[in-house]
């Protein structure tokens, strides 16, 4: 769909004549607050500090400010289309985010309407990019994510039996509790599953039927706020069983709810900031850290330590797409800028970055983390590829 509406906006598209302010705008698409507050902050950061590492484009022969539009959707997908809305109001060239899928998926109905293109840092529900002609991402999916910790849960953990709890109504974990499901199915394994509506902080019930059941892993793709109250109570509980999800739970707040506590806590994720096989990811670390030391509300937003998350390189992954895609077409236009996309390619810190006939980045790795209790930190547990799943 994407290619064809490609050559529908050559047909339509001409520079000529454009004209444009001194400033190119980019709307930075994110949650401050809500369930998913803490890990919008984190992505934002990455997109702040590729905006201080490359502050201006040149276009036409010359230099252009970058400005970021920020917005907060709240982690609400009724909040997330008036949001959406602000940005397009704002005059943005393009837009970058979501960290949830849900929220992606609401603004993007209205990016399309306005024929804005929007880059996805972390959001991995297939729907972002197969339900709107404008949305591309640099992140993997959730049908990989879900196949990668079904995989870990029976090579790693020796599992045979999963209890899967989802959130009610929440995009990303229930599709991502599919996926795992799935796949955990089809690898010959039986699951449980759990539903619980938003709102919700006793999940000691769930917890207690997983004992029951006799489960080896308890897969819970939730968000952060949510992760934290299931990780204290599993850990009060005494738990006999690993605590798994995916790229949600790499975050600080999942180190302090786990640091101290008799409990295993896994994640996928797609970036690990103590990987050195890559220079140009070692020089990112570096360069983002020195800049949140620098920078008490930075650090701040970051959970008040300095641990890169993923989510950090993804956003600064997508600046530089967007960047690439404005140097490309030698404008700021929307219209150019969905027409150049399809055709970006970018050394991201994250790898490679190219992009699928739906908009889907070409990745096929994913790191999988394990919270070191006594540290408080994440410690590197392996890496999976396609070519390694069963």
């Known amino acids: 769909m994407k290619k064809i509406l490609a050559l529908c906006l050559v047909l339509v598209l001409s520079l000529s004549g454009a004209a444009f302010a001194q400033t190119i705008k980019i709307g930075v698409f994110e949650p401050a607050s809500g369930d998913n507050g803490a890990g919008g902050k984190q992505e934002t950061l990455g997109i702040e500090y590729a905006n201080y590492v490359v502050p201006t484009v040149e276009v036409g022969g010359e230099t252009f400010d970058i400005e970021l539009v920020i917005v907060d959707n709240q982690s609400q997908t009724d909040k997330a289309v008036s949001a959406a809305q602000s940005l ?40 972002v990019t197969s339900l709107c002609d404008y949305y591309w991402r640099v992140c993997f999916l959730d049908p990989f994510q879900g196949t990668v910790m079904a995989n870990f849960a029976m090579d790693e953990k020796a599992a045979t039996k999963a209890y899967v709890l989802t959130q009610l109504g929440d995009d990303y ?29 006793d999940f000691t019930a769930y917890l207690n039927n997983a004992i029951n059941d006799g489960v080896q892993v308890f897969f819970c793709p939730t968000s952060t706020t949510s992760a934290a ?58 360069g983002f850290k020195a800049w949140m030391n620098a920078n008490p509300d930075k650090l701040t937003n970051n959970g008040g330590n300095d641990i890169v998350a993923a989510v950090s390189a993804l ?32 050394e991201g810190v994250t790898g490679a970055i190219s992009f699928n006939e739906i908009g889907d980045a070409n990745k096929d790795m994913a790191y999988i983390k394990k919270v070191n209790n006594e540290t408080g930190a994440f410690d590197f547990v392996k890496t999976q590829s396609v070519a390694d799943l069963g």
Not at 106 to 118: L, V
Not at 316 to 331: L, P, R, S
Request: proline share 4%; aromatic share 10%.
């Open 315 to 346: 956003g600064y992954d997508a600046y530089m797409v967007a960047i690439e895609a404005i140097k490309t077409a030698d404008t700021a236009v929307p219209d150019a800028l969905t027409l150049i996309l399809p055709s970006v390619v970018h």
């Open 229 to 286: 109250l299931i990780i204290d109570q599993a850990a009060s509980l005494n738990v006999p069983f690993a605590l798994m999800a995916g790229d949600t739970w790499e975050s600080s707040v999942i180190l302090e709810a786990a640091k101290g506590k008799n409990v295993e806590v896994f994640c996928s994720t797609f970036f690990d900031e103590k990987d050195e096989s890559s220079t140009i990811a070692a020089e990112f670390v570096a």
């Open 88 to 127: 397009v109001d704002a005059g943005v060239s393009i837009v970058l985010g979501s960290y949830g899928s849900g929220v992606s998926m609401a603004g993007g109905e209205i990016f399309q309407s306005a024929k804005i293109p929007a880059i996805g840092c972390s959001c991995t529900n297939p729907g």
């Open 173 to 201: 974990s229930t599709g991502l509790g599919f996926y795992f499901q799935r796949a955990f199915a089809a690898l010959g394994g039986e699951v449980v599953a759990g539903e619980f509506p938003e709102g919700t902080s």
